[in-house]
């Protein structure tokens, strides 16, 4: 079997990722096409952010306009001058072993929620799962899904022989990435969530700011 990857511009704000398989069987050849649709134009959701300001559309049921969610003053953990003004990235395992401090009023503002999390959740515990969305419709909370696997800047194809449990936290890691850069110019911070010792390692080998859930 062989495997090619490509990548093209479709128009402005939207490309594909072709991955094209070829398959032997009984002396003859299949090949199968997947199409990976991928964004430049979802928007951060931060109220601090000038690069995303094109990028709110018209909700179809309201009939208003969308608009950044993450506050453009959220806590700031005065002492830490590596993290002062922040947001924070749920990892999976924080979603499911503490969705009840989650949704305490008393803790955890301004919070991204990886699209990859939410769909790793989804297949763990549904009933997380609903309690997720519900959490991220909190408008007090400021909670907010990023569509991390649609968009171009934050995308990452899987890789030969990669472990799809390997694959996602890869992926979480690049959205924190992401957001670090992204936001450099704004003096918010963006920390990782996570219990996993295996992310964390590889967390700080990418420069990711991250703060540790106890299990």
Request: hydrophobic share 35%; charged share 30%; proline share 2%.
């Amino acid at each position: 079997m062989s495997t090619a990857i490509q990548k093209r511009k479709l128009s402005t704000g939207l490309a594909v990722t072709q991955k094209v398989f070829v398959r032997s069987r009984n002396g003859g050849a299949l090949k199968i096409v997947r199409e990976h649709y991928l964004r430049d134009d979802i928007p951060c959701s931060s109220q601090s952010c000038d690069k995303c300001t094109d990028f709110y559309f018209l909700d179809a049921s309201t009939g208003e306009l969308t608009k950044p969610v993450l506050s453009d003053t959220p806590l700031d953990l005065k002492g830490k001058a590596d993290i002062g003004k922040h947001y924070v990235i749920l990892d999976t395992n924080v979603v499911l072993n503490a969705i009840d401090m989650l949704e305490s009023d008393a803790v955890f503002y301004d919070v991204i929620v990886p699209q990859t999390v939410l769909e790793e959740v989804k297949n763990k515990s549904f009933a997380i799962y609903l309690r997720l969305r519900t959490l991220c419709k909190n408008e007090e909370k400021r909670v907010v899904v990023f569509h991390n696997e649609f968009k171009s800047e934050s995308y990452l194809a899987r890789e030969k022989g990669e472990i799809i449990n390997d694959y996602n936290d890869r992926l979480i890691r690049n959205c924190a990435k992401f957001y670090t850069s992204h936001l450099n110019d704004t003096g918010i911070s963006v920390v990782l969530l996570t219990n996993d010792k295996a992310n964390i390692e590889k967390a700080k080998a990418d420069d990711v700011k991250m703060d540790s859930q106890p299990s």
